[in-house]
């Protein structure tokens, strides 16, 4: 495995954000994790990459244990967060967003590879000497994807990155997530549609406050009627059709 998370805790004061989580990611495989509002996966995501510390368990990446190493070693070991908002550098160029992701790299040089993400991503080329302030919500999100993938990844996490998108954009989006799959790019995705995000993803794991409960391949999971009622919309059932309204 690429990545391992074994008992992984993680706790806000009383709050258990985070319990007892046992995760995985193959190398090159795509894995999403599910779940309403408030149900740990950012915590989960900010724990891996090492913004948080946890409370209990390890993290393994490429069969080193990384928990207690910094946010920094974890990016030189193959692992980027793009967190939830983007958190791009509003007030610098798109250039130096992505000379920001060469930052944490042991050669420090990253030409080649912000050439390559200007060829795979041309909006961001035509406007790489404007500030990142005056790109769209799509655009910084390919910007910040971009800036994750200077620093030469195995492993991206994306913490929900159609939020806030166009359904166009968030086509866009997952046919990127695709085409980065295919150059050997595993992917953590944590996301709220969550039919796109199983139908990308071969296994998926649920949450709710913190644990997960429900795990398996993709087509368990969107065949799942329990994960349907809950996490699919199906709950609520539409009322009939003479229904007299309010
Ligand atoms: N910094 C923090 N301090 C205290 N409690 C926190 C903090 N961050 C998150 N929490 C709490 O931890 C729990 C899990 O939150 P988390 O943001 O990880 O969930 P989530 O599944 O990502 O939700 P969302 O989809 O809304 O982002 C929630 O109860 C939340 O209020």
């Known amino acids: ?44 995501l900010r724990a891996l990459q090492g913004a948080v510390k946890p409370s209990r368990g390890r993290i393994v990446l490429g069969g080193r244990d990384v928990t207690a190493q910094s ?10 967060l793009v967190p939830e908002g983007r958190q791009i550098f509003v007030s610098m160029s798109v250039h130096e967003n992505l000379l920001m992701g060469a930052y944490l790299r042991r050669d420090g040089s ?17 406007r790489r ?49 695709r085409d980065l799959n295919r150059d ?20 998926g794991y649920v949450f709710e406050l913190g644990e997960v409960v429900l795990e398996g391949s993709s087509d368990r999971l969107l065949g799942d009627e329990a994960l349907v009622a809950a996490y699919l919309g199906g709950a609520a059932p539409l009322p009939p059709p003479n229904h007299p309204g309010p």
């Open 1 to 44: 495995m690429l990545l391992e998370a074994e008992g992984l805790s993680v706790t806000y004061g009383r709050t258990r954000a985070v319990a007892s989580v046992d995760l995985a990611v193959g190398e090159g495989e795509i894995v999403t994790v599910l779940g309403a509002n408030g149900a740990g996966k950012t915590s989960l």
């Open 71 to 80: 946010s920094a070693a974890r990016v030189r070991g193959g692992m980027v």
């Open 110 to 126: 990253a030409d080649a590879d912000i050439a390559a993400i200007y060829e795979r991503f041309p909006n961001l080329a035509r």
């Open 129 to 177: 000497d404007m500030k990142a302030s005056v790109l769209s919500g799509g655009e910084q999100q390919m910007l910040a994807i971009g800036r994750a993938l200077v620093a030469r990844p195995r492993l991206v996490m994306l913490d929900e990155p159609s939020l806030g998108l166009s359904p166009l954009f968030v086509e866009q989006l997952f046919s990127l997530l």
């Open 184 to 203: 050997g790019i595993a992917i953590l995705l944590v996301e709220q549609n969550t039919t796109m995000a199983l139908e990308l993803a071969s296994r």
